[in-house]
């Protein structure tokens, strides 16, 4: 299949049309190639240009009946890993669209989000908030932590240098856990609002989250107890955010918006497109930081040229950024400006009774790790 341009007046550059509802997508880290996960576990490979896009091959039932709902590349692109309902992770060559290896009950509930941390390690989390720490060099998973009560809905990756990752959860948390250590060396206060995505800007300085009421969230880098500020300029909920520059990102609204976000001062400066009012599930930018990728419920991932979001004066004069920040922090930081009109908030989906995290199974099942990776 081949999608040349995409015949809607949304502005995309093109629009890959799925076999059904898809959940998560990802480019490859050095090719112009991007992968989609389905809700009927299928997983689609698809080739595209600034301008068209084209399917090159579709994975049938990576994981069985249940959604591929999480992807990310690893080895510079040649192979894929993904999480899924069925709780298994698998790895797909991307060179000949085989299974190479599948680790079957990665989780004990279905595997929600998947991120690469560094060239080893990758993060997986899943709907009762437990996150896995996977070494491909060990071939096993080397850490397991269940700071959460809900479901993990995003994670980030803050660097070697610092070698944490950034955790939002639906239990109204943000968590932070790191790597060297072994541990969670942070977690939020209850914001009573689910948190759905996660983002780290300047320079490592500041975390965005993005929640069920449409609030942006906004905190200091290691003072993880309460918010250094909050942005409501979101009619509905932030249910994705992907960083354009550190003082810059994009969210998919579920209104089925994708908008321009300022850090510092808070603002939104502009729209990249839509997908009418269908809620946008997840956002993705090319390596090269051209091409921003977005999934819906309209069964279809568009395609954005975005390469003009950073050229020079596209916004303005933008220098006070980083004076804007520093004022608003000594001042209690509370930007509340709602750029969008006043804020229509949705029904929070948060269950009024939450269980407490279980207590290790000390007669719980031992799984088959030490495999899963022999063929990486």
């Not at 690893?74 to 192979?79: E, F, I, L, P, S």
Request: glycine share 10%; charged share 30%; net charge negative.
């Amino acid at each position: 299949m081949s999608n040349e341009g995409c015949d809607d007046d949304s502005g995309a550059a093109c629009a890959a049309t799925c076999a059904d509802q898809p959940f998560d997508v990802a480019f490859a880290p050095t090719m112009n190639v991007f992968a989609i996960g389905i809700i009927t576990g299928d997983i689609e490979f698809w080739t595209h240009t600034k301008s068209t896009c084209a399917k090159m091959e579709t994975r049938k039932k990576a994981h069985g009946s249940e959604a591929a709902r999480a992807l990310t590349f690893a080895r510079d692109g040649k192979t894929l890993l993904s999480g899924g309902g069925d709780r298994a992770i698998v790895a797909t060559d991307v060179t000949t669209m085989t299974t190479i290896a599948r680790l079957e009950n990665a989780h004990e509930a279905p595997v929600n989000r998947m991120i690469a941390c560094g060239e080893n390690m990758i993060a997986t989390g899943d709907d009762e908030g437990t996150v896995k720490i996977w070494d491909t060099r060990a071939r096993s998973a080397c850490g397991e932590h269940k700071p959460f009560v809900d479901f993990v809905s995003d994670m980030k990756y803050a660097g070697e240098d610092v070698n944490e990752i950034v955790i939002s959860s639906g239990d109204g948390t943000l968590g932070c856990l790191s790597l060297t250590a072994g541990k969670m060396v942070g977690q939020s206060d209850n914001l009573e609002d689910e948190l759905l995505s996660v983002e780290i800007v300047k320079g490592g300085r500041k975390v965005v989250a993005g929640s069920q009421d449409g609030v942006l969230d906004i905190f200091s880098y290691g003072k993880w107890e309460g918010i250094s500020d909050r942005y409501p300029g979101h009619p509905q909920s932030v249910d994705a955010i992907t960083k354009v520059t550190e003082d810059m990102v994009v969210t998919g609204s579920s209104d089925g918006l994708i908008r321009v976000i300022s850090i510092f001062p808070n603002k939104i400066l502009g729209l990249v497109g839509e997908h009418s009012d269908m809620p946008i599930e997840r956002l993705s930018i090319s390596y090269d930081k051209n091409m921003l990728a977005s999934s819906s419920h309209d069964n279809t991932v568009k395609l954005w040229n975005v390469d003009w979001l950073t050229e020079e004066g596209a916004w303005g004069d933008a220098e006070d950024m980083d004076v804007q920040e520093e004022n608003d922090e000594e001042s209690g930081g509370d930007s509340d400006s709602d750029d969008d009109g006043k804020s229509k908030k949705r029904k929070s989906k948060t269950k009024a009774n939450k269980k407490k995290p279980n207590e290790a199974k000390q007669d719980g099942k031992k799984k088959t790790l030490t495999k899963f990776f022999a063929d990486l």
